[in-house]
């Protein structure tokens, strides 16, 4: 059997293998009989260094900036568009508010003309009866609120006439009138809030006859 160089000795109870060395000098220097190996180094598994290194890449500064001008675009569409179905909303409801008084308004206007009616036919002998100073009292109340909420009498005689305003019923052919003027007031007009709500019914001037 050849001489091996080197010849392994196991050891049971060790888990250090211990190797023989077979013809070296044992008196050189740094030299001994037994080699011991030693167990390598205990190795730290660590995946920060890996973790770290999967980043998300930032967009580019001018990619960014486009989808911020962009974000905010919308935003201030979505702003105005909500500012507009506001004011929408309003002019809608003060709409509905005006036609619901204006309904109201013109069903009173009857109401009205018969005070009217009651004043003009009372005797001259009446006027200094309590109840038609109760009655004057009452109109003028009455017609002093309305016109807080915006009717308007229609100013007619004297005036020219206007197709947007009168609604002439009869002609007046006495001289002393130019063409088209309004003679007499037969029904008083009325507006509300710069709407027509119910137009004077008129005689008016047949020529000019001045």
């Given at each position: 059997?050849?001489?091996?160089?080197?010849?392994?000795?196991?050891?049971?109870?060790?888990?250090?293998?211990?190797?023989?060395?077979?013809?070296?000098?044992?008196?050189?220097?740094?030299?001994?009989g037994?080699?011991?190996?030693?167990?390598?180094?205990?190795?730290?598994?660590?995946f920060?260094d890996?973790?770290?290194?999967?980043?998300?890449?930032?967009?580019?500064?001018?990619?960014?900036?486009?989808?911020?001008?962009?974000?905010?675009?919308?935003?201030?569409?979505?702003?105005?568009?909500?500012?507009?179905?506001?004011?929408?909303?309003?002019?809608?409801?003060?709409?509905?508010?005006?036609?619901a008084?204006?309904?109201?308004?013109?069903?009173?206007?009857?109401?009205l003309?018969?005070?009217?009616?009651?004043?003009?036919a009372a005797?001259?002998?009446?006027?200094?009866?309590?109840?038609?100073?109760?009655?004057?009292?009452?109109?003028?109340?009455?017609?002093?609120?309305?016109?807080?909420?915006?009717?308007?009498a229609?100013?007619?005689?004297?005036?020219?006439?206007?197709p947007?305003?009168?609604?002439?019923?009869?002609?007046?052919?006495?001289?002393?009138?130019?063409?088209?003027?309004?003679?007499?007031?037969?029904?008083?007009?009325y507006?509300?809030n710069?709407?027509?709500?119910?137009?004077?019914?008129?005689k008016?001037?047949a020529?000019?006859?001045?």
């Amino acid at each position: 059997m050849e001489n091996q160089p080197f010849q392994h000795l196991d050891e049971d109870d060790d888990d250090i293998e211990i190797l023989e060395v077979v013809g070296l000098d044992e008196d050189a220097p740094g030299a001994s009989g037994v080699v011991t190996q030693e167990a390598p180094d205990e190795v730290v598994l660590s995946f920060e260094d890996e973790a770290s290194a999967v980043e998300v890449e930032p967009l580019p500064e001018s990619e960014g900036a486009a989808e911020a001008a962009a974000s905010l675009q919308r935003l201030v569409r979505l702003q105005a568009d909500f500012d507009n179905f506001k004011k929408r909303v309003e002019r809608e409801r003060q709409r509905h508010d005006s036609l619901a008084t204006a309904g109201l308004v013109a069903r009173m206007l009857p109401v009205l003309d018969n005070f009217e009616r009651a004043l003009v036919a009372a005797p001259p002998s009446a006027s200094s009866n309590g109840l038609m100073d109760g009655v004057s009292l009452i109109f003028r109340q009455l017609l002093d609120e309305l016109r807080k909420e915006g009717l308007t009498a229609i100013e007619s005689v004297g005036q020219q006439f206007d197709p947007n305003l009168h609604e002439a019923v009869d002609m007046d052919s006495s001289p002393g009138h130019h063409a088209y003027v309004v003679t007499e007031e037969l029904q008083r007009g009325y507006v509300f809030n710069g709407r027509l709500l119910r137009p004077a019914l008129v005689k008016v001037s047949a020529d000019d006859s001045v």
